[in-house]
């Protein structure tokens, strides 16, 4: 397996202000966080605890918040707001639980922002909330830049990803409470080392909780809802 140390490759970095970049422009990433702020201020006010939940398209996103609402729902009356670009695929799934869902489709956006969290919530009846899942759009870069006005934010990833993927998306767990570590039942068969990925994740931001679990078996489950402090 080729290392960064095995050989010296020449990388091309763009200095500041070169990158084109529409979307990320300085004034729309700050009307987002005040639209976050505001989003917060109002489920605070409906003691509505709200979890953004990232990680690429099949990483197991769906499937975890499934599994921890199926734990939950007897402790928290539990809603979602799912995130996709065309879809309800994922907001069906978790609405055979017995969950609420709201179906934000962003069309070609690659994230959720914080305008979209905010009309999906005039769409919930936030009086009968205790717990609020929000599914972000698959993918391990955009998500990280908008803030939605969550309370914790976790990233699932999978080992079926490789073995780089968390070093080669640091930014998405600088921005996340929790990582989740998911399939490690696949880890030998895919040659990948979820301990390495936990340090990997450790090294980028030493304050994130990581936990490995494998959904599919139902393990690591209860630790994840202890460390979204459940």
Do not use: W
Request: charged share 30%; with cysteine; hydrophobic share 45%.
């Amino acid at each position: 397996m080729l290392q960064e140390k095995d050989v010296d490759v020449e990388v091309v970095k763009a200095e500041e202000g070169e990158i084109f970049d529409i979307e990320l422009e300085e004034d729309i990433l700050k009307r987002n966080s005040k639209l976050a702020e505001e989003n917060r201020s109002l489920l605070d006010r409906y003691g509505v605890t709200a979890i953004d939940v990232m990680g690429a398209i099949g990483s197991g996103k769906t499937a975890l918040i499934e599994a921890l609402a199926e734990r939950l729902k007897s402790r928290y009356k539990i809603a979602m707001i799912a995130g996709d670009v065309t879809t309800t695929i994922d907001s069906m799934r978790v609405r055979r639980h017995g969950v609420e869902t709201v179906q934000v489709n962003t069309g070609k956006e690659c994230h959720l922002d914080a305008n979209l969290i905010n009309k999906a919530l005039r769409k919930l009846d936030l009086n009968t909330i205790d717990l609020l899942f929000i599914e972000n759009v698959g993918n391990l870069i955009c998500p990280a830049e908008f803030d939605l006005g969550a309370h914790k934010r976790i990233v699932v990833v999978s080992v079926t990803e490789g073995e780089h993927m968390v070093v080669k998306h640091p930014y998405i767990f600088l921005a996340s409470d929790v990582a989740v570590i998911n399939k490690i039942d696949l880890a030998e068969a895919m040659g990948v080392d979820p301990d390495k990925l936990c340090r990997d994740a450790e090294k980028i931001k030493p304050s994130i909780k990581v936990v490995k679990v494998s959904v599919k078996q139902g393990s690591g489950i209860e630790e994840v809802i202890k460390a979204l402090d459940l």
